[in-house]
């Protein structure tokens, strides 16, 4: 149990030792610092196997090769505050079940007083024999105080009388010897056994008229013993209740009980029995250790909605890239064909999208990426590195023909740039036909049921009236 609890705080400090020195600003960079143990040349080394586009959608504030080591940090953070998130809540279960265990340094327990209750004590056992050694929790039951001899007499008095109340009431209902007590051993001897057997069932078919017997009663308590008769009256058998009951059950299953329109349970036999009926609810016993498992389990839920969160969110992004792409390249063209260099134009679409994303508050990755082209050839990276890299964080082929284009053009001089660009927007403007093409299909797939729905409902307003009328 110690062990346990030293993992789990050891898993929590490391998280917090991990949070204050990421210094994290968003939740993705919150869970990205909790994977801040792995090595760094094990980061590298998965990174190249990092589908980068998802890391771009989490880390769009970062550069390339940081986005995505960021990203291989983010799942491991992710399963390591999962796992640590289901040990405390698994052992913080098994903890509220099981009550704090007494533990003591001392090798005698004291007993309860007599007549308390037993006591139950978890200890924990150590045995070692020269270099073995064994270590386990064993429960402990500490019987009570043996009783004096006035405590005996009152003991065996109080099962006397409890025995006789017994033959006097209660024996020729259910047929069988008194219970023991709790520190009371009853056994009873039948004087003639063709009444009553030894297990004390009563020979109803030997017995036709009233008759009286013995029975020998020996109480036995604390090594003292008692010995008493009962003088029994017993009479030819009548029906008991259970056989009342049996019997009404028996006309129930018959049909006796069956009406036109309902089954009417009986409120009081022709015997005079008076029924009380309740409905009982089904329930089904939960298993414990099931229910440990889906409680460790609950924590990992939100990991798994959060990758399709991920999924969804890299969908949406390439989606507005393809849509905001033909724009782009339209705007780009018209600059070039207006005398503008292609650094001129570039400035110039940065500045037109800077004004625009502050006075309608929108934010587009496509031209968010320009942005960072821009600023990167500010801090020293040449055109044609910056617009590579541009292409290599949007990680889509026709960024990357354009981008592609571009960079030959600053480097060569091509004076063709503007019929290679024409080409690539008259495919663009294809490319995003087709998306629209496509997602009208999805449309019209995704209303296909609610239609089939509204068919149903529509012909069974109609056939209704057919169906009333008809007689069988």
């Not at 004096?148 to 006397?160: F, G, L, N, Q, V």
């Not at 009286?212 to 308590?221: F, K, M, N, P």
């Not at 409680?295 to 839920?301: I, K, W």
Request: net charge neutral.
């Amino acid at each position: 149990m110690r062990i346990w609890i030293g993992i789990i705080l050891v898993g929590w400090c490391s998280l917090f030792l991990m949070w204050i020195c990421g210094r994290p600003k968003s939740l993705p960079q919150l869970i990205a610092a909790a994977g801040l143990f792995l090595p760094g040349r094990y980061v590298r080394r998965q990174a190249v196997r990092v589908q980068s586009e998802k890391a771009w959608t989490l880390f769009e504030e970062q550069e390339s090769e940081e986005a995505v080591r960021s990203y291989v940090r983010f799942w491991w953070g992710l399963w390591y505050c999962g796992m640590v998130v289901a040990a405390t809540i698994c052992f913080g279960a098994m903890r509220l079940e099981r009550l704090q265990p007494e533990t003591t340094e001392t090798v005698s327990l004291a007993r309860p007083e007599f007549g308390a209750e037993d006591r139950n004590v978890v200890m924990e056992l150590e045995a070692k024999d020269g270099n073995d050694r064994i270590q386990d929790t064993v429960r402990i039951h500490i019987p009570s105080k043996a009783p004096s001899e006035a405590e005996i007499k009152r003991i065996m008095d109080a099962a006397e009388g409890r025995v006789r109340q017994y033959f006097d009431t209660e024996y020729l209902q259910r047929e069988t010897w008194p219970e023991d007590g709790t520190s009371v051993q009853i056994l009873c001897f039948p004087e003639d056994l063709s009444w009553i057997d030894a297990h004390g069932t009563i020979l109803w078919e030997q017995i036709k008229a009233s008759v009286d017997t013995q029975i020998r009663v020996l109480l036995s308590a604390y090594g003292k013993e008692r010995a008493f008769e009962i003088r029994l009256h017993i009479d030819p058998k009548q029906e008991t209740l259970d056989e009342k009951v049996s019997h009404m059950l028996e006309r129930m299953e018959d049909g006796a009980y069956v009406t036109e329109d309902a089954l009417s349970l009986p409120a009081e036999d022709r015997d005079g029995v008076r029924y009380t009926w309740k409905p009982v609810e089904q329930r089904q016993p939960t298993d414990p250790k099931m229910y440990y498992v889906w409680v460790g389990l609950l924590p990992f839920l939100p990991i798994v909605l959060y990758q399709y969160k991920i999924r969804q969110k890299t969908v949406e992004r390439r989606q507005r890239i393809y849509r905001s792409y033909p724009d782009m390249l339209n705007q780009f063209m018209i600059l070039l064909g207006s005398g503008m260099s292609i650094m001129k134009a570039w400035e110039k679409m940065d500045a037109d999208y800077r004004s625009k994303k502050k006075r309608d508050h929108i934010q587009d990755p496509l031209y968010e990426e320009m942005l960072r082209a821009e600023n990167r050839m500010r801090t020293g990276y040449s055109f044609g590195e910056a617009v590579r890299l541009m292409a290599e964080h949007l990680k889509i082929r026709e960024i990357r023909q354009f981008a592609s284009i571009l960079a030959a053009s600053w480097k060569r001089g091509d004076e063709h740039v503007l019929l290679h660009l024409k080409d690539l927007h008259d495919r663009s403007w294809e490319i995003r036909k087709n998306q629209a093409r496509k997602a009208s299909e999805e449309a019209d797939t995704k209303l296909l049921l609610p239609l089939m729905m509204m068919l149903i409902v529509v012909i069974i307003i109609v056939l209704s009236p057919a169906l009333m009328t008809m007689t069988v």
